[in-house]
């Protein structure tokens, strides 16, 4: 059951992480500067698509380990990528050479970070409504 509900999430994630990805080349495409939003683009979708699988992995391995600790890994991952969000864009604005790239970066990096971050809730509270039910 575990490792079905892991591999949706992870399925699901990729396919969101991917299609905010096609929606934000679509839109650099038709309005946008190639050239300022590529980097934000990619550097968005790996941290998000880096930040799921892990969480998935712990997920899978505190499950079959702690049952009982689920909650605390919630928070605990929910946390954790808050604080490398944060190292992330503070590196970017540390590296980045104009004004205009740092707040497309933080721009599209907040879009990515906050349609992830609602959709894990989602996922999760449903996921445990469902595991409260079958008790």
């Known amino acids: 059951m575990t490792k079905n509900v892991v591999n949706t999430y992870l399925r699901q994630s990729i ?9 934000f080349l679509l839109y650099v495409n038709i309005w946008g500067d190639v050239e300022l939003m590529a980097k934000p683009i990619c550097i968005s979708a790996v941290f998000q698509l880096v930040a799921c699988i892990a969480y998935a992995l712990v997920w899978k391995w505190v499950q079959a380990t702690s049952p009982s600790s689920m909650p605390t890994l919630y928070m605990a991952a929910s946390s954790i990528r808050m604080f490398a969000a944060i190292v992330v864009v503070l590196a970017f604005c540390f590296l980045a050479s104009s004004r205009a790239s740092i707040l497309w970066f933080v721009g599209i990096f907040l879009i990515y970070y906050f349609v992830v971050l609602i959709y894990d809730t989602w996922y999760f509270v449903r996921n445990e409504k469902k595991n409260k039910q079958n008790v």
């Open 15 to 23: 396919c969101l992480i991917a299609g905010l990805s096609l929606l």
